[in-house]
């Protein structure tokens, strides 16, 4: 049912989406089934298709997020919406011939003669998408370039938070896919739910690590293989030779980047003590610098909505109420409920119970948390949950190679932030709580692919050693490996 808090789709519309949905499916695998694995020609021609689609409908995908976020930055949307998978869809229509092809495996000759071995990677079938709502495109036909690049057929589910971006969404891609290879499910909550009772023969789900528990579970039950893309607190550590405006500016793009509504923005930095004050005011300068009156321009997106928006405010609100050194980088009026603009406000060294430092932040808040060692720095990561991302600054190289060392994190980035999610040859994704299996690069496209292994006979071989009832043949075998191991 449909509340302020969360914007599902009533219940008889529900009913509508999910008995399409059954029908999209059942299409979807019928089609599956009598063409099972496309040509490298027409798997190039779908990756031409898609970025052909965000191209084309470029003005329409800056109208549909200035829509759902109150305010969205066009520039934004060009680079990160349309641009983003645009280029990757072209990098992977390029590299298909390399990662379609079978590859060749090791076969010991003395046993299995001319036999041949090959991983042949075959199209998994049909595959989910669950998407969330911060980068509505970004993330819905971001991973379905490896999808169709594997040779799968896809059923989209955005987020009900961007009701403009998904009926976009299923506009685009009904009007570029049969439906039988591609199509948008958009509902609510049942809906969602719905969704991940589908016996998928792949279920990527991108959003929040609590609701990602509830998709792995009832994926479980029909034993469908999933792909986790998750969140967290994203970590940046600065060392004591990079306190300097670059590195502070690299840390607060990401902040400003949607608002801080991104998974691998940083979440929070870790600063040699000393260090703080210096910090704080190379951050206040670039905000009067580089950014005045950023919270009013166009280059602020809006906070998703006001559930999102008084989730940030409580935040700050109980940093204040704590007693925390909160510091606004600039002073703006209280968000308009239309637009929802925040300012960027740090946090300098809060108590590590404090909610903000306990919770994903998701918002333009920058907690900055003093350090005495690297080794307490390097610590401090490891106690929290596995990041998504991790960033090191450091003009050393050998202690950011230290640091990479000894955390673990999905990807990471060296002397700037989340510029490594950027790539279309880096794979993408979490480890632990912040998720597991990879889009982007050959890595997404091995994910939505089943990896077989296939033996093909020759001739001379000794296969017959395995079949009982064992004869000569099967111990000359052994006694041969034996005696070469000597
Ligand atoms: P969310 O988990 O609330 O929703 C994501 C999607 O899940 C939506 O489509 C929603 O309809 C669906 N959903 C919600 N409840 C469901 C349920 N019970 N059953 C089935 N589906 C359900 O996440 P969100 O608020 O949209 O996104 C924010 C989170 O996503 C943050 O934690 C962020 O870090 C993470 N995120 C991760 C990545 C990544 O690539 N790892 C990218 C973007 C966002």
Same mark, same amino acid.
């Given at each position: ?29 019928? +089609?599956?089934?009598?063409?099972? /694995? ?41 680079? =990160? &919406? ?47 998408? =669950?998407?969330?709502?911060? /980068? ?14 594997? *040779? ?18 299923? &506009? ?35 959003? !929040? ?12 039950? %029909? ?59 190379? +951050? ?11 919270? +009013? ?5 809006? =906070? ?5 928006? &008084? ?49 994903? =932040? /998701? ?12 080794? %307490? ?38 002397? !700037? ?7 279309? !040859? ?20 091995? &994910? /939505? !692919? ?9 001739? *001379? ?13 099967? %111990? ?11």
């Amino acid at each position: 049912m449909a509340t302020a808090e969360h914007p599902t789709a009533d219940t008889v519309q529900d009913h509508h989406a999910i008995e399409e949905l059954e029908e999209i499916v059942a299409r979807q695998r019928a +089609a599956f089934l009598a063409d099972p /694995f496309p040509s490298l020609e027409e798997r190039q021609g779908l990756l031409g298709a898609l970025a052909g689609m965000m191209m084309s409908h470029r003005s329409e995908i800056q109208t549909a997020l200035s829509s759902d976020f109150g305010v969205h930055p066009d520039v934004a949307a060009d680079l =990160i &919406e349309v641009l983003g998978p645009a280029g990757r869809a072209t990098y992977a229509a390029e590299q298909l011939g390399s990662w379609t092809a079978s590859e060749p495996r090791a076969v010991d000759p003395a046993l299995y003669g001319s036999g041949r071995a090959f991983v042949q990677p075959q199209p998994k079938g049909v595959v989910g998408n =669950i998407v969330p709502w911060n /980068f509505p495109f970004d993330l819905s036909v971001g991973p379905l370039i490896e999808m169709l690049a594997a *040779g799968n057929r896809v059923v989209i589910k955005p987020s009900e938070y961007t009701p403009a971006c998904a009926e976009l969404l299923r &506009e685009m891609i009904r009007e570029t896919f049969a439906r039988d290879r591609v199509d948008v499910a958009v509902g609510g909550l049942e809906l969602a739910r719905a969704f991940t009772r589908v016996r998928w023969d792949h279920l990527l789900y991108t959003g !929040s690590p609590a609701v990602g528990r509830e998709i792995a579970k009832a994926a479980a039950e %029909q034993l469908v293989p999933v792909t986790l893309e998750l969140g967290g607190k994203c970590p940046a550590i600065l060392t004591e030779d990079s306190i300097d405006a670059e590195s502070i500016r690299q840390v607060l793009a990401t902040k400003a980047i949607k608002n801080g509504q991104m998974c691998i923005s940083v979440d929070y930095c870790l600063v040699p003590r000393e260090r703080l004050e210096q910090f704080a005011e190379l +951050a206040a300068a670039h905000a009067t610098d580089s950014m005045p009156g950023y919270c +009013a321009s166009s280059s602020c997106t809006g =906070i998703v909505s006001m559930h999102h928006l &008084e989730r940030i405010e409580r935040l700050l609100a109980d940093a204040h109420a704590r007693g925390c050194d909160v510091r606004p980088l600039e002073d703006a009026p209280a968000p308009d409920p239309t637009s929802r603009q925040l300012p960027i406000s740090l946090v300098i060294d809060p108590p590590a119970d404090l909610a903000l430092m306990q919770e994903e =932040i /998701f918002g333009p808040i920058l907690p900055v948390v003093a350090y005495d060692s690297l080794e %307490q720095a390097i610590d401090l990561v490891n106690s929290g949950e596995r990041p998504l991302a991790l960033y090191v600054f450091a003009k050393d190289e050998t202690v950011s190679a230290e640091v990479l060392r000894r955390t673990t994190s999905g990807g990471a980035s060296v002397n !700037s932030a989340a510029v490594h999610g950027a790539l279309a !040859s880096l794979p993408f994704g979490g480890s632990g709580q912040s998720g597991s299996g990879r889009h982007h690069g050959i890595e997404g496209f091995r &994910e /939505f !692919s089943n990896l077989r292994g296939v033996f093909v006979r020759g001739e *001379g071989d000794l296969i017959e050693a395995f079949a009982p009832p064992y004869g000569p043949t099967a %111990q000359a075998v052994v006694d041969a490996a034996f005696a070469a191991a000597g």
